[in-house]
C-alpha cells in the first residue's frame, strides 16, 4: 500500500466516528426541540451536514486508491447513514490499516512475494 492510499484511509477513519457522534447529536437534539423549548437543531444540522459531505468524499477518494470491490464500499458507505455505523466503520478501517501495514512490512523483509 503506498503512502496516498494509506492517507486516504486514515483519513475516511479519523472522520467517522465525529461523524457519527454528529449524528447521534442531531438526534438528541431533535427529540429535545419537540419535547422543550431547547433548539439545537440547527447548528447541530450544520456540523452533521459538514461532518457527512467530508465523509462522503473522504470515501470516495478511499474507494478510488483502494480499489475496494463494490460490496466493500458499499458496506462503507451504508454505515455513514447508519446512527451508530461510523463507529463500526472506523473499526474496520483501523483493522484494514493494520493488515496493510503488516503486509507490507512483509513484503519489505522479503518474506512475501505479492
Avoid at 486516504?8 to 438526534?27: C, D, N, T, Y
Avoid at 440547527?42 to 483502494?66: C, K, Q, S
Avoid at 463507529?87 to 512483509?106: G, M, N, P, T, Y
Wanted: aromatic share 10%.
Amino acid at each position: 500500500m503506498d503512502l496516498k492510499t494509506a492517507t486516504a484511509i486514515r483519513r475516511l477513519r479519523l472522520v467517522s466516528a465525529p461523524e457519527a457522534i454528529s449524528f447521534l447529536l442531531l438526534l438528541v437534539c431533535s427529540v429535545l426541540k419537540r419535547t422543550t423549548d431547547f433548539n439545537a437543531v440547527p447548528v447541530m444540522g450544520m456540523v452533521h451536514g459538514v461532518l457527512f459531505i467530508l465523509y462522503v468524499i473522504f470515501w470516495a477518494d478511499a474507494w478510488n486508491r483502494t480499489k475496494w470491490p463494490v460490496k466493500t464500499a458499499a458496506l462503507y458507505f451504508v454505515l455513514s447513514v447508519l446512527p451508530a455505523g461510523g463507529f463500526f466503520a472506523e473499526r474496520k478501517l483501523r483493522r484494514e490499516a493494520e493488515d496493510a501495514v503488516i503486509a507490507s512490512r512483509a513484503r519489505q523483509e522479503g518474506a512475501v512475494k505479492a
